[in-house]
C-alpha cells in the first residue's frame, strides 16, 4: 500500500508545481467517489474534467444496478467510502431513516435558485424539515400519439377514454402510474385519490387498452406496427421515437401528467463534505445540464436547472422533452407505503384481469 | 415409485448388510429430492401462513382468506390459466401425435433427426427471442397477416396479436417438442408386426389407432401431459406480450404479488393452490387412461416377470 | 377353411425383384411349408397371402377367389408373427378375443371362445395375465390361439418357432401339428428351419433367390432333391462331383474311387457332369468294399454322439465325408481307426 500512495503524493505534488501561478483550486488532490448507474451523466467526460478544472479533485465511480443494490452498497462498507449517490427520492425517506444520508446544506449550493421551484415542493426530498435531495434531471409519462391518427394534437387524458379509440391504447402496466393518471383524470389529487373512483375509471378504461406494456420494447413496436395509436409513454423514450423520425408526438395534458426525478443526495461520513457540495453544485449548474443535455448521443433527461432549460436548443429540448410548462404540469411520483403498494397492485390486477 | 419389501406394518426391521449399498446408491437422489422439491414446498406452505408484505409477519392465513374473500378474481384467473393451459396441450396433442407418427414411421432416419433438431433448435435459444419473433410474425402487417391477406383470408391490418389466441398459438409452440419427442419415444416402442396383428384380426385404420396406438402410447402421453401442462398453466411471460390487455393470468398475479407488492406470503399461498390443482387434474387425467385402457398404464414387468432368464 | 393359391407371382420391393413366376397352391386343411434361406422370398410370398403386399404380376387367390383387392384386415387370415406380436397393453384374454371384439361379437361369445381356444393351446385359466408375464412358449400359444379364434380361412406362420429354445420348439412342432389338426384349418409355415418344414409340412415348397426350386411331400423332397441347391439346404448331404463313364452300367467316375449300377436319370449321356448326393445316414460301415454303389475308405477324422445316433466323418482322397449311425455301431470306433463307408445305388442320388 506504501508504493501507490508515494506515488499518488509525487504526481499530487507535481499537480501543484505544475499549476500556474495564481490558480487557487480549493481541493488540489482530493479524491470524490460517486455511485451511480453506468453511463449516466455523471461519468462523462464534460462531468469529469468540469470538476477536475473547477476543484483540482479527480472522481472515481462506483457503479451499481439499481435502488436495491444501490443501499446494499451503502450498508456493507459504503458508507464513509462514498461521497455522494443518486438514487430515486422514492428512497431517501427509507435512507434518512437507516441512518445513510446526511442533510444537504442549500447554502452551500450557488445554483441552488436555479432549480425550478415545483421539484423543491417534492415531499421526498425532506425529513424533518432538513433538504436531503437536491433535483437534478426529471421526466414524465405523458400522452404519447401517432401524428398520423391524431394530425391535431390530444390535449387531455380523455382521448384514452375515447370510444373511438377503442383497442388502440397501449396503457402503462405499472400501478402507482395506473392511479395517478386516473386520479388527474379525474380531478383528484393524485398522490391520495378515491381509490374506488381510479377504479371505476380504470375499468371503464380497460375496455378501449389494447395491450399493458411493460418495457420500452413493447411500446416502440406497438406504436411502429400500429397495432395501437395513442398511451402513455417515457418523455425520454418518446422523444428518441420523435428524434428518429417516427410519426410520434409527445404532450403533458392539460390535466398534468406524473413525473419522476433524480436527486443527488450526501452520504453520512462522506469523507470530505465539502467537495461533496462542491459536486452537486456543478451536477446541478447551466454549463453542465447544458452541455450534457444537447449531447444527441448522451441520452440525457430534462434538466431541473431552469435556467438550463430555458437555453435549450429546439432539438435538444424537443429529445429531451424539457418544455417548460411540462415542468409546471407535473406531479412528481412519490414513495408509497406497504399498504399502498399492495393495494394499488391489487387494483391494477383486477382491472387487467376484466373479471 | 418405492415398492416395499418389508414385513408387516410397523415391525421395525434391521437393515441387513446387503441393502447398505442400495441405501448408498439411492442417498444422492434422496438429498436432492429433499432439497430441490420437499424443501421448497414446505418453505412456499410456510411463507402462505404468514402476513404480508415480507416473510416476517405473523401467522395468521390471512393471505389464503383474502384469496378465498376474492374468488371472482382468483377463481377467475385460475379457470382461465387453466383452460389456457388445456387448450394448448390439446392442440400440442393433436399437432404432435401425426407428427411423430410420421417421423417414426414414415421419414427416413438421417431426415428424422435432421426434423428432430430443427423442432428442438429455436427453444435452446431464449423464450422471450420465441416469443419476440411470434410477435412479429403475428403483428398487423407482419409476415403471416400479409400472406393470409394475400389469400383474402383476412385484412393484412387484422390480427390475433393481443387476443387470447395468439397465447394459445404462442403456448402451443413453446411445448410442442416436447410432446413431440414424448409421442415419438412412445411410438417408437410400438413393434410394427404388431399393427399388423391387429390388422389381420381385422382392425381398420380407425380401429388400430383407437386399440393399439392409443393405448400404447398412452405413458407418453401423460409424460407429455405433464410437461406440456404444468408449465403452460403456470405461464404468465407468454401472455404478457402476446395477450395485450387480455393476457393477465394467474401467474401474473402471482409474479405481481412478488415484484410489485412485496407480498412472498400471497404469492406464495396461489401458487399451492396452482400446485394443487394442476397435480389434481394430472391425477384425474391419469385415473381416466387407468379406466379406459387398464393395462395400458401398467408398469411392465410389475408382477415379478423379466430379469435374468425365465 | 379355404384353398389358398399363389398363381405364378412376381413382386419387386423397388428394383429388386423378390419373387419370380412363383406358384404355390395349398389345398383346403393342409398344411404346406415353405422353405429357403434368408432372402430367399419366402416372407414376401407369406405377406402377398396375408395382403400386406400386393404382386406385380399372378393372382393371390383364397378359396379360388382373386382377393387382390382385399386389405389384410378384410381376408379372415389368422397370423402367427416370429416375434409373436402380442399386445402389451392387453391381458391374455383380451389378446385373444380382439378379432372377434372387431367382429363385433358380444361379450359372452367372445368369453366363451376364447376360454375355448386358450383350454386348446393348453394356457386354460391364464386370461387375466399379461403377455410380458408369460413364458416365450406361452406367448407362441396365445398368438396361436388369437389367430385360431377367428375362425379363419387360414393360418399363415412366419417363423413362429424361431425364437423358441430347442427343446421347447420341438415340443411346439409337435403341438402346432395337432392344434392345426384339431382345428381343421389350412396352414402355411414359412422357416429357415429345414427340420421344422420336414417334419410340420404336408408339403413343402423349396424357394431360393425368389425362385420355387422344388415342391413335393417332404421325404420326397428330402430324399430325391432335384437340385445341388434343395439337397444342400434340406438336411445333410455329401455331395461328389463326377462323370458318367458308362450311362447303361450306371458307372460314375469320381476323383479318385468309380461308383457303379446307380439310377441315372433317363437320357444321361457318356461324360456328362453329375454331382452324387449321399445322406450321412444313407451310408453302411462296411467290412469290404463290395457290390454296387460307392465305398469309400479312410480314418476317422472325427466322431460325437447325439443321443440315439453318432456322427462322424472320415478322411478320404474326396475331402471329408461325413456318416451317421446308430449309437451301438459307435462302440467299435475310435478316432484315426480306418474304415469303409458304403452305400448302394438306392442311397445314391444322382442330380
Known amino acids: 500500500m506504501k508504493a501507490p500512495i508515494a506515488l499518488a503524493g509525487l504526481v499530487a505534488g507535481a499537480a501543484l508545481l505544475a499549476a500556474p501561478a495564481g490558480a487557487d483550486l480549493p481541493f488540489e488532490g482530493q479524491t470524490l467517489t460517486v455511485l451511480n448507474w453506468n453511463g449516466y451523466g455523471s461519468d462523462t467526460e464534460l462531468a469529469l474534467r468540469g470538476f477536475e478544472e473547477r476543484t483540482g479533485a479527480t472522481v472515481r465511480h462506483v457503479y451499481h444496478s439499481g435502488g436495491e443494490e444501490l443501499r446494499q452498497i451503502l450498508r456493507s462498507g459504503g458508507i464513509g467510502q462514498i461521497d455522494v449517490a443518486l438514487p430515486n427520492p422514492t428512497y431517501i425517506l427509507q435512507m434518512v431513516e437507516e441512518g445513510m444520508l446526511q442533510p444537504v446544506d442549500p447554502d452551500l449550493l450557488d445554483n441552488m435558485s436555479k432549480i425550478a421551484p415545483n421539484f423543491l415542493e417534492v415531499d421526498d426530498l425532506y425529513s424533518d424539515g432538513a433538504l436531503y435531495g437536491v433535483p437534478w434531471v426529471w421526466g414524465s409519462t405523458g400522452l404519447t400519439y401517432n401524428t398520423e391518427a391524431f394530425p391535431e394534437p390530444p390535449t387531455s387524458w380523455l382521448v384514452l377514454w375515447d370510444e373511438a379509440n377503442r383497442g388502440r391504447v397501449a396503457f402503462m402496466d405499472s400501478p402507482i402510474e395506473a392511479v395517478m393518471l386516473a386520479a388527474l383524470h379525474l380531478g383528484q389529487d393524485p398522490h391520495d385519490p378515491d381509490l374506488d373512483a381510479v377504479r371505476s375509471a380504470l375499468e371503464e378504461l380497460h375496455e378501449n387498452v389494447q395491450t399493458y406494456w411493460g418495457s420500452s420494447d413493447d411500446f416502440n413496436r406497438a406504436i411502429i406496427t400500429g397495432a395501437v395509436t395513442v398511451g402513455n409513454y417515457w418523455s425520454g423514450n418518446a422523444g428518441s421515437l420523435i428524434a428518429e423520425g417516427h410519426p410520434v408526438g409527445y404532450v403533458i395534458p392539460d390535466e398534468g401528467a406524473a413525473g419522476w426525478l433524480s436527486t443527488w443526495v450526501i452520504v453520512r461520513d462522506a469523507p470530505s463534505s465539502d467537495l461533496a457540495h462542491a459536486w452537486i453544485d456543478w451536477m446541478i449548474s447551466t454549463e453542465f445540464q447544458l452541455g450534457w443535455a444537447e449531447d444527441p448521443e448522451a441520452g440525457a433527461p430534462a434538466p431541473a436547472n431552469a435556467e438550463a432549460a430555458a437555453l435549450l436548443s429546439d432539438a435538444a429540448r424537443g429529445r429531451v422533452q424539457a418544455y417548460g410548462e411540462h415542468a409546471e404540469r407535473l406531479s412528481i411520483m412519490q414513495s408509497l407505503t406497504p399498504e399502498q403498494q399492495q393495494v394499488y397492485t391489487d387494483l391494477l390486477a383486477e382491472v387487467k384481469s376484466g373479471l | ?310 | 377353411m379355404a384353398e389358398l393359391e399363389l398363381d405364378r407371382v412376381g413382386m419387386s420391393y423397388g428394383n429388386t425383384r423378390v419373387l419370380h413366376d412363383v406358384s404355390l397352391q395349398v389345398p383346403d386343411g393342409r398344411f404346406h411349408a415353405v422353405v429357403g434361406p434368408s432372402g430367399s422370398g419366402k416372407t414376401s410370398a407369406l405377406r402377398l397371402l396375408a395382403g400386406f403386399a400386393r404382386p406385380d404380376a399372378g393372382q393371390v387367390r383364397i378359396g379360388g377367389h382373386d382377393v387382390g383387392a382385399l386389405p389384410p384386415e378384410r381376408r379372415d387370415l389368422g397370423i402367427v408373427f416370429q416375434n409373436y406380436a402380442l399386445f402389451p397393453h392387453m391381458d391374455i384374454a383380451g389378446n385373444v378375443g380382439f378379432g372377434l371384439r372387431m367382429r363385433g361379437a358380444g361379450r359372452a361369445e367372445i368369453r366363451r371362445r376364447t376360454g375355448e381356444m386358450l383350454e386348446l393351446v393348453g394356457l386354460g385359466g391364464l386370461g387375466a395375465r399379461y403377455p410380458d408375464e408369460l413364458s416365450g412358449g406361452q406367448q407362441q400359444r396365445v398368438a396361436l390361439a388369437r389367430a385360431l379364434v377367428i375362425r379363419p380361412k387360414a393360418l399363415l406362420l412366419d417363423e413362429p418357432l424361431s425364437a423358441l429354445d430347442r427343446k421347447i420348439r420341438q415340443e411346439m412342432q409337435l403341438e402346432l401339428r395337432r392344434i392345426q389338426r384339431e382345428a381343421g384349418v389350412t396352414a402355411v409355415i414359412v422357416t429357415h428351419d429345414q427340420e421344422e418344414a420336414l417334419s410340420l409340412g404336408d408339403r413343402l415348397t423349396v424357394l431360393d433367390a425368389g425362385r420355387v426350386c422344388q415342391e413335393g411331400p417332404p421325404f420326397e423332397v428330402y430324399n430325391h432333391p432335384a437340385s445341388v441347391f434343395v439337397a444342400g439346404f434340406l438336411g445333410n448331404a455329401n455331395l461328389f462331383a463326377g462323370r458318367v463313364r458308362a450311362a447303361a452300367e450306371g458307372r460314375v467316375a469320381l476323383k479318385d474311387a468309380e461308383a457303379v449300377g446307380l439310377h441315372l436319370p433317363p437320357g444321361t449321356a457318356e461324360g456328362a457332369a453329375v454331382t452324387l448326393c449321399i445322406r450321412p445316414e444313407r451310408w453302411r460301415l462296411a467290412a469290404d468294399a463290395e457290390g454296387p454303389g460307392l465305398a469309400l475308405a479312410g480314418p476317422i477324422r472325427h466322431l460325437h454322439q447325439t443321443g440315439e445316433t453318432g456322427n462322424g466323418a472320415i478322411d478320404t482322397p474326396l475331402g471329408p465325408v461325413a456318416f451317421t449311425v446308430l449309437s451301438p455301431a459307435l462302440g467299435d470306433l475310435a478316432t484315426g481307426k480306418p474304415v469303409t463307408l458304403h452305400a448302394t445305388p438306392r442311397d445314391i442320388q444322382v442330380l
Open chain 2, 1 to 310: 415409485m418405492i415398492r416395499s419389501r418389508t414385513g408387516g406394518p410397523g415391525v421395525a426391521r434391521a437393515l441387513r448388510p446387503a441393502e447398505w449399498p442400495r441405501l448408498a446408491l439411492m442417498a444422492p437422489a434422496t438429498a436432492l429430492l429433499i432439497a430441490m422439491v420437499a424443501v421448497p414446498v414446505a418453505m412456499l406452505a410456510w411463507f402462505s401462513l404468514l402476513s404480508g408484505p415480507g416473510v416476517s409477519g405473523a401467522v395468521t392465513g390471512r393471505e389464503w382468506a383474502v384469496m378465498l374473500d376474492r374468488p371472482q378474481l382468483y377463481g377467475g384467473l385460475l379457470l382461465r390459466s387453466l383452460a389456457l393451459g388445456l387448450g394448448a396441450t390439446a392442440l400440442c396433442i393433436l399437432i404432435a401425435w401425426p407428427t411423430a407418427w410420421a417421423l417414426s414411421r414414415h421419414v427416413a432416419p438421417r431426415t428424422r433427426s435432421a426434423i428432430l433438431a430443427l423442432l428442438i433448435i429455436p427453444h435452446l435459444t431464449s423464450a422471450l427471442l420465441l416469443i419476440y419473433a411470434m410477435y412479429v410474425l403475428i403483428a398487423p402487417g407482419g409476415p403471416m397477416m400479409t400472406a393470409l391477406a394475400a389469400l383474402g383470408l383476412a385484412e393484412s391490418r387484422d390480427t390475433i396479436l393481443f387476443t387470447r389466441w395468439a397465447v394459445l398459438l404462442m403456448l402451443t409452440y413453446m411445448y410442442l417438442p416436447f410432446m413431440v419427442m414424448a409421442l415419438f419415444a412412445a411410438i417408437e416402442r410400438i413393434e410394427p408386426t404388431v399393427l399388423d396383428a391387429a390388422r389381420s384380426l381385422g382392425a381398420s385404420g380407425w380401429a388400430r389407432f383407437r386399440h393399439i396406438v392409443l393405448p400404447m402410447t398412452l405413458p407418453g402421453l401423460m409424460t407429455g401431459l405433464v410437461i406440456v401442462f404444468t408449465p403452460a398453466a403456470g405461464s404468465f411471460l407468454e401472455a404478457r406480450i402476446l395477450g395485450g390487455a387480455n393476457g393477465m393470468m394467474f401467474g401474473t398475479l402471482i409474479a405481481e404479488q412478488i415484484s410489485r407488492a412485496n407480498n412472498q406470503p400471497r404469492a406464495a399461498a396461489m401458487a399451492i393452490t396452482l400446485l394443487a390443482v394442476i397435480l389434481l387434474l394430472l391425477g384425474v387425467f391419469r385415473l381416466l387412461a387407468m379406466r379406459a385402457f387398464p393395462g395400458a398404464m401398467r408398469r411392465p414387468g410389475a408382477h415379478g416377470s423379466g430379469g435374468w432368464g425365465g
